[in-house]
T-cell receptor, first 112, second 115 residues
């Protein structure tokens, strides 16, 4: 099956700085890569996703990039704010499969 | 739509007791997933169903765990007998198959504490 690795496991940034979280996947058949944000005590919620036919997608302060050749994708958060503090999970989905393969999560802390 | 509904939200029980977690997926969703989340192991997929049929239960840790989906609007995850190491947050999630790039929606989770 697919194997998704996520780094770093923890990340602290000053408010206003950028944060980058990186994930790699093993199966070249993966074609859909969602990112979930989980605030403390809450459920994971989708914040952005990217399909394999796209190299980059942006939504306000959040962007995701995908490098299919290298099999890695990244989440970029610019102008970070305290409310961005949460655990972020990347995931990969294989065209022929039915489940999402999740990374181990990154705990982001934005220091005011 | 109310989203994925889980009950109870919190459960505290004693070791050896039976625990039943419940989930109502979003109407029209073909897939239902059960996850367990702990600090040590992160988010683990336990089992998932397609059209009420269990497809992959390889993540179910032991025979003490069982899951059913008697109809499209209800699923249960049962632990019998429960052990302290089962303490975790259990999430149910659902997803619609039509279209390849569909979001998976999580329920609010059930926080289980086994004493």
């Amino acid at each position: 099956g697919e194997n998704v690795e996520q780094h770093p496991s923890t990340l602290s940034v000053q408010e206003g700085d950028s944060a980058v979280i990186k994930c790699t996947y093993s199966d070249s058949a993966s074609n859909y890569f969602p990112w979930y944000k989980q605030e403390l005590g809450k459920r994971p919620q989708l914040i952005i996703d990217i399909r394999s036919n796209v190299g980059e997608k942006k939504d306000q302060r959040i962007a995701v990039t995908l490098n299919k050749t290298a099999k890695h994708f990244s989440l970029h958060i610019t102008e970070t704010q305290p409310e961005d503090s949460a655990v972020y999970f990347c995931a990969a989905h294989i065209l022929s499969g039915n489940q999402f393969y999740f990374g181990t999560g990154t705990s982001l802390t934005v220091i005011p | 739509d109310a989203g994925v509904i889980q009950s109870p939200r919190h459960e505290v029980t004693e070791m050896g007791q039976e625990v039943t977690l419940r989930c109502k997926p979003i109407s029209g969703h073909d897939y239902l997933f059960w996850y367990r989340q702990t600090m040590m192991r992160g988010l683990e997929l336990l089992i998932y169903f397609n059209n009420n049929v269990p497809i992959d239960d390889s993540g179910m840790p032991e025979d003490r765990f069982s899951a059913k989906m008697p109809n499209a609007s209800f699923s249960t995850l049962k632990i019998q007998p429960s052990e302290p190491r089962d303490s975790a947050v259990y999430f149910c999630a659902s997803r619609r198959l039509a279209g390849l790039y569909n979001e998976q929606f999580f329920g609010p989770g059930t926080r289980l504490t086994v004493l």
